[in-house]
């Protein structure tokens, strides 16, 4: 046990010295939230009003957070193509340690990293009038720690096939913009049609802006519980398969 949790301290420690000297990375991961808030928003708001009484860019403000969260942990795992493609990946492996470890030490590094990167985006908050208490801070951070780390496992699996960053990317690409625009960010879920509001159901990051949205602005759709249960199944599902992926690797 105390090995399984050194490895998975030092897989993570690794992943934040790099996230943090990236410095230019940092001060831009918040261009994008700020032109999907203030001009996106702005534009979209001033032509209606935004659903369940609440103005526009205040409903868009928790999916922009939860879009910077799934971005930002779905790229994480690229680091294991990376750490593949020049022999690191392999010497963990051949490391006698649990590749449980190995899993969960890259899921924390990237849930950590998105998670630092959302928090920024909390900054708009006051710009946008949303009114943002201790203990709602608090929920939030920790939402944001439970998506994060439900995306980087499910990155993970993806990573865990994939040989070149090429492939990586294409494969990410075509999932994220439909997770993102399914998951109500933008707009209800309950207004859209029939098979839209089932392909909603099976994506995680549906359940996730909903959570965020009953935290920060109190109008989410389906109950809290709900979300967190669905998030928590999701989790352990992309962890099992991830685990059982590395096993099976060299």
């Known amino acids: 046990m105390s090995d399984a949790l050194r490895a998975i301290y030092v897989i993570w420690q690794r992943e ?26 702005k534009g979209i708001g001033s032509t209606f009003r935004g659903p369940m009484n609440v103005d526009y860019v205040q409903f868009m403000f928790p999916g922009v957070i939860a879009m910077t969260v799934l971005f930002s942990a779905s790229f994480s795992a690229i680091s294991i193509v990376w750490d593949r493609e020049f022999g690191f990946l392999k010497e963990v492996l051949v490391a006698p340690v649990p590749r449980t470890a190995v899993v969960i030490g890259k899921a924390l590094a990237g849930s950590t990293t998105a998670t630092l990167q ?13 009114n ?15 998506i994060s780390f439900t995306v980087t496992s499910g ?13 990586f ?3 990410m690409n075509f999932l994220i913009m439909p997770m993102f625009f399914l998951s109500g960010a933008m707009f209800p879920i309950h207004n859209l049609p029939l098979w839209m509001k089932l392909m ?20 989410n ?30």
């Open 16 to 41: 934040i010295i790099k996230f943090w000297r990236e410095k230019a990375r940092i001060v831009t991961s918040l261009v994008q939230p700020a032109v999907w808030l203030f001009i996106m928003g």
């Open 118 to 130: 959302g928090v920024m985006v909390l900054l708009f908050a006051p710009l946008i009038g949303v």
């Open 132 to 146: 943002l208490q201790a203990p709602v801070i608090i929920k939030t951070i920790l939402l944001l720690l439970f």
């Open 155 to 167: 990155g993970i699996v993806i990573a865990a096939k994939m040989q070149s960053f090429h492939s």
């Open 169 to 171: 990317q294409l494969v």
């Open 200 to 219: 909603a159901r099976i994506d995680p990051m549906a359940y996730g802006v909903d959570a965020l949205k009953g935290v920060l602005i109190g109008a």
């Open 221 to 250: 759709e389906m109950g809290i519980g709900q979300d967190i249960v669905v998030l928590a199944v999701f989790c352990m599902l992309a962890i099992c398969i991830a685990v059982f992926l590395f096993n099976k690797e060299g």
